[in-house]
């Protein structure tokens, strides 16, 4: 489909192991967006990545989180050595170059740690 | 700090009624707001936004409103539908874009 695609839709893990969740943008959208949503909360920001720019990874809750955008197209999320507390649905958003254009936002993907 | 909330956790409507939906925002620098509707296990949807520069913007069924005096924001739904029953939330952003600050959300709930 043209929309934010993510993957997986639900992952399931031990406590103290990695994750990675994957998000590929809207085609040309080339800002790219990784928010987290607690059940029953709103979003909250985690790093934001701009064409070339360095990303503003000031969301980020800890160092065991990190971010990366490989050739300006797909993102990927790590958590490392995950902890309970960061279960929560996962969702990345695109938008287009220009400032103050809407995010569109795929369906995410639901972490449960166990 | 900056923070953008909802005056109302809850509404239900009857099934062809008018809704509003509230929002207050405190950072007097946002000048991007959006509303978003997420249904059950799906992503938000973009529904609407406005500028700061504009007081009022509609779309097919849906107005938003921009009260930049009170720092307030409201959508407006027309002939509310069951379809319409979802988690609205609000968000803001500053004049070079960037992340988004969102709202804790409404539940519209839509009685037939």
């Known amino acids: 489909g043209a929309g934010v695609s993510q993957s997986p839709s639900n992952k399931v893990t031990e406590k103290g192991k990695d994750v990675e969740l994957r998000c590929d943008p809207i085609?040309?959208?080339?800002?790219l967006y990784w928010y987290r949503q607690s059940l029953g909360q709103g979003l909250e920001f985690l790093i934001y990545?701009?064409?070339?720019?360095?990303?503003?990874k000031s969301g980020l809750p800890s160092d065991r989180f990190s971010a990366e955008r490989t050739g300006g197209s797909v993102s990927t999320l790590t958590i490392q050595r995950t902890q309970q507390e960061d279960s929560a649905v996962y969702l990345c958003?695109?938008?287009?170059?220009?400032?103050?254009?809407?995010?569109?936002f795929g369906d995410g993907t639901r972490l449960s740690i166990l | 700090g900056e923070s953008v909330g909802l005056h109302l956790p809850t509404l239900s409507v009857q099934e062809g009624d008018n809704s509003i939906i509230n929002c207050a925002y405190s950072n007097s620098a946002s000048d991007y707001f959006i509303w978003y509707k997420q249904e059950s296990g799906k992503g938000p949807q973009f529904i609407i936004d406005?500028?700061?520069?504009?007081d009022k913007r509609q779309g097919q069924r849906v107005t938003v409103l921009l009260n930049k005096t009170v720092k307030h924001l409201s959508l407006q739904i027309a002939a509310t539908q069951p379809g319409d029953s979802a988690v609205y939330f609000c968000?803001?952003?500053?004049?070079?874009?960037?992340?988004?600050?969102f709202g804790q959300g409404t539940e519209l709930s839509v009685k037939p």
């Open positions: 085609s040309g959208h080339t800002a």
């Open positions: 958003a695109s938008s287009g170059q220009r400032s103050n254009q809407p995010q569109h």
């Open positions: 990545f701009q064409g070339n720019s360095a990303p503003d």
């Open positions: 968000a803001e952003t500053g004049r070079q874009g960037g992340k988004l600050i």
């Open positions: 406005i500028r700061s520069n504009m």
